[in-house]
């Protein structure tokens, strides 16, 4: 990447989980920017965040923000994006959306670098691209290179997702939880609608008449677009488990044609962005507490699954940060990706 | 029951956090009882624990404990179980065993009472009995009933275990990381080689060639055992997550007979030990906070599986209390059923 293609950019939500954890890679990783703009709600608007050894304003999000800006990352949640993302298009800048507000939509593209990057090699500048939900990105990590390989006939999917996927808000109230438990007063429930502490609920997300909650719908609408391949089978079960930042998920799979074992676990260690974790003598396999702040979805549990013809069915199990390859970092990897392309830059009509 | 049927009762690890549970379930229960001996290791012999409004002393346990003693409660792990048991089946004692010791034993029946308890009708006194796997009575008390309702082919669990399974240390040690955690002290991890709060890992039981730990392997075999059908086919990944007492778990079906959803509904909430807790609306299903301390299975998230023929494939998810009917509440049954059956109490050499 040269500075020539170095983006102006603007982080829609900079004060939320995902927004933080963007401007930290943003530093980390060293990604060429010609700017950075932090944007937030006017009641969080006024703070500052340290990036590159500067202190950075943020500013309230207005129309006017995206004068001058290329390229902004949206995470405000989907109603922010439905109002803001189309006015940020119509002023000439690129949106990668980390809400589900577009994801579905057929102009945009619904992008995992690693999957299918190369759809964005020809991207035109000016328009939406939608960042997956996280457990459609942290299954799709370790279970692509399998479809890929052998085609993917049937999932089962329960996921054990943590409270980062809830915001910020809902991390300080399990820690607050722990605190009051250990002080021994009543649990505060004002994120979640219930005591997270020591406990697991079924994901906090409409459910529609089928009885699938829009977490198990983004899983399995999500797959289909990103694969291109309605024909694939899946159900999935959505779970809150107390647990501060990554998500974990149980896949069962049945392949379309047979491999064997030591293939699945050659296709899993060749995969890009991923990690096998699977010490079976020391029972060592992927937890969140490791998983945390790693941009590697890691994958264990590698097994031929007992009920299946063999080579058939596969047992996995995986761990990924939420905040990281979940959402932040698969929004910044497509930053990146675009900042290489020919095209990603067209003319403005207000480039600083 | 009548008090002639009432048996002298021993329970073999009565300090443990089962043996604690099945006191306070005889208590609560009025399970007719003639006496009860609580017995446990000589370190933890010579407390006392109220019964009934009388402070029993814990004895150490030894060959000479069960004299007089028509029924052992053991739940003190498999060691102890495989030198007592046969010692106490000698002096004419019936045993409910708790451990996994003989549970695969063909001479040994493997009862869960709602489910196949008539096996008991005919019990001829001395013998062992055995408890299954906390995570396999849980799951079979919501899935026996739909089992016989449209038979089932194909299971595929994942389970969300508390800190109950590992015992009252293994509970102790999850708080105890609470407070550490809140005082910014670093985490014990003495009973569980890992942080446990705040995360997820796989289940601490040994790991075959296959790669299925002992857990699952339990989960499958136990299965088969007590519907005596091995042609169920059954995988499972099996999970600890940070809760104190009760289990969860994800259970995908497929059904060898369809049955439209009102009909599988009409099946879960007739079936005995079943709560069906199942509230869309409010988002309200099982949850392990709302699980412990109650005698039911709470079962929910009932849908037909989308990725599955109509009628075949359904969705649950069940949670238990892995101390009550996954441990003590299923051996105080057995107890109770036996003091009902008429050949249950043979002649002893030694009875008081």
């Given at each position: 990447?040269?500075?020539?293609?170095?983006?102006?950019?603007?982080?829609?939500?900079?004060?939320?989980?995902?927004?933080?954890?963007?401007?930290?890679?943003?530093?980390?990783?060293?990604?060429?920017?010609?700017?950075?703009?932090?944007?937030?709600?006017?009641?969080?608007?006024?703070?500052?965040?340290?990036?590159?050894?500067?202190?950075?304003?943020?500013?309230?999000?207005?129309?006017?923000?995206?004068?001058?800006?290329?390229?902004?990352?949206?995470?405000?949640?989907?109603?922010?994006?439905?109002?803001?993302?189309?006015?940020?298009?119509?002023?000439?800048?690129?949106?990668?959306?980390?809400?589900?507000?577009f994801r579905m939509d057929p102009e945009v593209p619904l992008i995992?670098?690693?999957?299918?990057?190369?759809?964005?090699?020809?991207?035109?500048?000016?328009?939406?691209?939608?960042?997956?939900?996280?457990?459609?990105?942290?299954?799709?990590?370790?279970?692509?290179?399998?479809?890929?390989?052998?085609?993917?006939?049937?999932?089962?999917?329960?996921?054990?997702?943590?409270?980062?996927?809830?915001?910020?808000?809902?991390?300080?109230?399990?820690?607050?939880?722990?605190?009051?438990?250990?002080?021994?007063?009543?649990?505060?429930?004002?994120?979640?609608?219930?005591?997270?502490?020591?406990?697991?609920?079924?994901?906090?997300?409409?459910?529609?008449?089928?009885?699938?909650?829009?977490?198990?719908?983004?899983?399995?609408?999500?797959?289909?677009?990103?694969?291109?391949?309605?024909?694939?089978?899946?159900?999935?079960?959505?779970?809150?488990?107390?647990?501060?930042?990554?998500?974990?998920?149980?896949?069962?799979?049945?392949?379309?044609?047979?491999?064997?074992?030591?293939?699945?676990?050659?296709?899993?260690?060749?995969?890009?962005?991923?990690?096998?974790?699977?010490?079976?003598?020391?029972?060592?396999?992927?937890?969140?507490?490791?998983?945390?702040?790693?941009?590697?979805?890691?994958?264990?549990?590698?097994?031929?699954?007992?009920?299946?013809?063999?080579?058939?069915?596969?047992?996995?199990?995986?761990?990924?940060?939420?905040?990281?390859?979940?959402?932040?970092?698969?929004?910044?990897?497509?930053?990146?990706?675009?900042?290489?392309?020919?095209?990603?830059?067209?003319?403005?009509?207000?480039?600083?």
């Amino acid at each position: 990447m040269n500075e020539m293609d170095a983006p102006h950019l603007a982080i829609v939500g900079a004060t939320g989980a995902v927004g933080r954890e963007a401007v930290t890679l943003l530093e980390s990783r060293g990604t060429a920017l010609q700017s950075l703009r932090l944007l937030a709600s006017p009641r969080s608007a006024g703070s500052t965040i340290r990036f590159r050894g500067e202190p950075v304003t943020v500013e309230p999000l207005s129309r006017a923000s995206f004068d001058g800006v290329d390229v902004a990352i949206f995470s405000a949640g989907g109603s922010i994006s439905r109002e803001f993302a189309p006015q940020a298009v119509r002023a000439g800048v690129t949106v990668i959306d980390n809400s589900s507000a577009f994801r579905m939509d057929p102009e945009v593209p619904l992008i995992v670098p690693e999957i299918n990057g190369e759809r964005l090699a020809e991207w035109p500048g000016a328009g939406i691209i939608a960042n997956p939900n996280c457990s459609t990105i942290i299954a799709l990590m370790a279970v692509t290179p399998l479809y890929r390989a052998a085609g993917i006939d049937r999932m089962v999917i329960s996921t054990y997702q943590s409270a980062s996927g809830a915001g910020a808000a809902a991390m300080a109230e399990l820690e607050q939880q722990a605190r009051e438990f250990v002080e021994g007063r009543p649990l505060t429930t004002k994120i979640i609608d219930r005591p997270y502490l020591f406990n697991v609920f079924s994901h906090n997300s409409p459910i529609g008449e089928d009885g699938y909650n829009e977490e198990e719908r983004k899983l399995l609408r999500e797959t289909h677009r990103i694969w291109v391949d309605d024909s694939v089978r899946i159900t999935a079960t959505c779970v809150r488990v107390p647990v501060l930042r990554s998500h974990c998920e149980s896949i069962n799979l049945t392949l379309r044609r047979p491999l064997p074992e030591a293939r699945v676990r050659e296709v899993l260690e060749g995969a890009p962005g991923v990690t096998v974790v699977d010490d079976r003598a020391n029972n060592r396999f992927p937890e969140p507490r490791d998983a945390s702040g790693r941009d590697e979805v890691l994958v264990g549990r590698i097994r031929a699954d007992l009920s299946q013809p063999e080579g058939f069915g596969y047992d996995l199990f995986v761990a990924g940060d939420q905040l990281r390859k979940g959402a932040a970092l698969n929004a910044v990897q497509i930053l990146e990706r675009l900042a290489r392309s020919p095209m990603a830059r067209s003319p403005k009509p207000a480039a600083s």
